[in-house]
């Protein structure tokens, strides 16, 4: 079975732009979350979604945002860049949210905002 | 609120010696706990889970856990160190006992093996 898989792998953007990130879920999993990590802050909770919609939101401002389409594949988007959003953002899936949290990860994608 | 503390930033022993990282955490629910491992530009991948049952958990690559209630820690062993097994090391808690879908991490601990 093919794992989560995330594109691009690498981005470069500059201040102000907006960016949509890509995640595949393993096939059969309904539930995809998102997480943020950087060497200050860690690794940070963003959101997750099952079934078209978000289920909980980590404390992320507003210009964060994502969802999921019916065959459960997922976006993120992160509009008016800032310097600090550079960080390695990271796809997890699994099957559905009723039981406990293995969650498998995928790649993530690198990105830098000059 | 749930949080995790990974004690030591880095952690560095030899080839074939005992490899101990150690986690504590804070919860008011009966914690899902989990010992993630990142190796360089990759994501993370599930070492062991600890949910409910037998405290002493055993993993892939030979690691095992070990979860104390009473000294609310979750420290993660190997009986002898590999090369292979230089990479950063997360602990983590599931938030609200298991439904919810976001995971509390640790800050980390990078594991170096000397030969």
């Known amino acids: 079975k093919a794992g989560v898989t995330q594109t691009p792998r690498y981005l470069i953007k500059t201040r102000g732009q907006q960016v949509t990130l890509s995640c595949s879920p393993i096939?059969?999993?309904?539930?995809v979350s998102w997480y943020q990590q950087t060497p200050g802050q860690g690794l940070q909770f963003l959101f997750e979604?099952?079934?078209?919609?978000?289920?909980n939101k980590g404390n992320f401002p507003g210009r964060f945002s994502g969802r999921q389409f019916s065959n459960s594949r997922s976006e993120m988007n992160v509009s008016t860049l800032e310097l600090g959003d550079s960080a390695l953002y990271l796809c997890?899936?699994?099957?559905?949210?009723?039981?406990?949290?293995?969650?498998?990860f995928g790649p993530g994608t690198r990105l830098t905002v000059l | 609120a749930q949080s995790v503390t990974q004690l030591g930033s880095h952690v560095s022993v030899s080839e074939g010696a005992l490899v101990l990282l150690r986690c504590n955490y804070s919860?008011?629910?009966?914690?899902?706990l989990f010992w993630y491992v990142q190796y360089p530009n990759q994501g993370l991948q599930l070492l062991l889970k600890?949910?409910?049952?037998?405290?002493l958990v055993k993993g892939i690559n030979g690691f095992e856990a070990e979860f104390k209630k009473s000294e609310t820690s979750f420290h993660l062993t190997k009986p002898s160190a590999h090369m292979s097994d230089a990479a950063e090391y997360f602990c983590?808690?599931?938030?609200?006992?298991?439904?919810?879908?976001?995971?509390?991490f640790g800050k980390g601990t990078k594991l170096s093996v000397k030969p």
């Open positions: 997890a899936s699994r099957s559905i949210p009723l039981q406990y949290n293995e969650q498998f």
């Open positions: 096939s059969g999993h309904r539930s």
């Open positions: 979604y099952f079934s078209e919609t978000q289920r």
């Open positions: 919860s008011s629910v009966p914690p899902y």
């Open positions: 600890y949910t409910t049952g037998a405290t």
């Open positions: 983590a808690v599931s938030e609200g006992g298991g439904s919810q879908g976001n995971l509390i």
